[in-house]
Nanobody, 124 residues
Framework: QVQLVESGGGLVQAGDSLRLSCAASGRTFSNYAMGWFRQAPGAERTFVAATNWSGSSTNYADSVKGRFTISRDNAKNTAYLQMNSLKPEDTAVYYC?????????????????WGQGTQVTVSS
């Protein structure tokens, strides 16, 4: 089993940047594909970005493409989500997720392990 802890959320203004981190422990990090999801109040959890085991392959939701970048450092057992040009509609709790697989996935039910989430609030 892998444990995930997110950090880096906060309150920012529109146009600002944030970098979220997801620290993993418990298993060999490079055996896991990683994903980021978000959930706004009253809404379902939705896909944001994902990467395969090495970071060589990534995928993004259309709403964040060109603004967000997912990456990972397997030596540090950490995944990242760099968020630039933030908009008020990016406000949500952001969750990282892990699945023991080489390729990435982009559906909530395809991930077995989840962090506790970190709040991102973007003011206009």
């Amino acid at each position: 089993q892998v444990q995930l802890v997110e950090s880096g959320g906060g309150l920012v203004q529109a146009g600002d940047s944030l970098r979220l981190s997801c620290a993993a422990s418990g298993r060999t990090f490079s055996n896991y594909a990683m994903g980021w999801f978000r959930q706004a109040p009253g809404a379902e959890r939705t896909f944001v970005a994902a990467t395969n085991w090495s970071g060589s392959s990534t995928n993004y939701a259309d709403s964040v493409k060109g603004r967000f970048t997912i990456s990972r450092d397997n030596a540090k057992n950490t995944a990242y989500l760099q968020m630039n040009s933030l908009k008020p509609e990016d406000t949500a709790v952001y969750y990282c997720a892990a699945q023991k697989a080489s390729r990435y996935y982009y559906r909530v039910h395809e991930y077995d392990y989840w962090g506790q989430g970190t709040q991102v609030t973007v003011s206009s």
